[in-house]
């Protein structure tokens, strides 16, 4: 399934996720480069803060109940890592471009589930495909958010790294 991301406004830290021309997602960061975001898709809330500075992690808490739910982890100067869901779920995001533009989600497996690929200089926008296999997994909406979430983390270190 296709899915389409928007930046409403350039140089905002806020996307929206789009199927067919409903709005089924939405990402708020909190300025640029900053470790905080808010996701919401369908019925569920989700609170991503990231720790460290090489070796980062991403806490991702339902934000009705601030409970941890998940953690990304990542590597230094890294451009992907693995998701540990509760139990024993996890997946792997990794660029596929050399230019940072495209990125996927794999299972276990090595199997691709969610394929990026996002674009733009002053406005980011870009689409989001979704195997029919993870369409109605309960992590789908999460893995779609996140997703985005570390996509503008890397843009944004990238940035400061030309400045």
Same mark, same amino acid.
């Given at each position: 399934?296709?899915?389409?991301?928007? &930046?409403?406004?350039?140089?905002?830290? %806020?996307?929206?996720?789009?199927?067919?021309?409903?709005?089924?997602?939405?990402?708020?960061?909190?300025?640029?480069?900053?470790? =905080? *975001?808010?996701?919401?898709?369908?019925d569920?809330? @989700?609170?991503?803060? &990231?720790k460290?500075?090489?070796?980062?992690?991403?806490?991702?808490?339902?934000?009705?109940?601030?409970?941890? /739910? *998940?953690?990304?982890?990542?590597?230094?100067?890294?451009?992907?890592?693995?998701?540990?869901?509760?139990?024993?779920?996890?997946?792997?995001?990794?660029?596929?471009? @050399? @230019?940072?533009?495209?990125y996927? @989600?794999?299972?276990?497996?090595?199997?691709?589930?969610?394929r990026?690929? /996002?674009?733009?200089?002053?406005?980011?926008?870009?689409? /989001?495909?979704?195997?029919?296999?993870?369409? %109605?997994?309960? %992590?789908?909406?999460?893995?779609?958010?996140?997703?985005?979430? =570390?996509?503008?983390?890397? %843009?944004? #270190?990238?940035? *400061? #790294? #030309?400045?």
């Amino acid at each position: 399934m296709r899915f389409l991301v928007k &930046q409403p406004k350039s140089l905002s830290s %806020n996307y929206e996720i789009y199927k067919d021309d409903k709005v089924v997602g939405r990402l708020n960061c909190k300025g640029f480069i900053r470790s =905080q *975001a808010t996701g919401e898709a369908g019925d569920r809330k @989700w609170k991503f803060e &990231q720790k460290g500075l090489f070796h980062t992690k991403v806490l991702i808490k339902d934000a009705t109940t601030d409970k941890i /739910i *998940a953690t990304f982890y990542s590597g230094a100067f890294s451009s992907g890592g693995i998701l540990k869901v509760d139990g024993d779920e996890h997946y792997t995001f990794k660029s596929t471009s @050399w @230019w940072k533009s495209h990125y996927v @989600w794999l299972t276990k497996s090595d199997k691709e589930v969610v394929r990026y690929r /996002i674009g733009g200089l002053l406005k980011m926008n870009g689409e /989001i495909n979704v195997s029919d296999e993870v369409l %109605n997994n309960t %992590n789908t909406n999460l893995l779609l958010l996140l997703g985005l979430y =570390q996509i503008k983390l890397i %843009n944004d #270190a990238m940035a *400061a #790294a #030309a400045a």
